[in-house]
């Protein structure tokens, strides 16, 4: 068999976005390996996460993780302007 789990193979979690209280944008995934892309208001290129990061002028981020060997994650696109309003 190719894939544990009774033969099928895993997905990768969707992450998780969130705009902190200090300005910095966070993006976790809950599949352990996982790599996470993102991209801020559907504008430019792709970047890969590695820490959280400060953007003021993103109200969306686009987000998918994808973990070798497993399926990636859904694509979830984020509004941030719910919470810089609440703020």
Do not use: M
Not at 38 to 62: C, K, L, Q
Request: proline content about 5%; aromatic content about 6%; hydrophobic content about 35%.
């Amino acid at each position: 068999r190719l894939w544990p789990n009774g033969g099928t193979q895993s997905v990768t979690a969707v992450p998780v976005v969130r705009r902190e209280l200090n300005g910095l944008i966070t993006i976790e995934c809950a599949t352990k390996g996982a790599a996470i892309g993102y991209r801020v208001s559907g504008r430019g290129a792709w970047h890969i996460y590695t820490a959280p990061f400060r953007d003021d002028e993103a109200r969306e981020i686009e987000v998918v993780a994808h973990r070798i060997g497993y399926k990636p994650s859904e694509r979830l696109t984020v509004s941030l302007k719910e919470r810089l309003d609440s703020e």
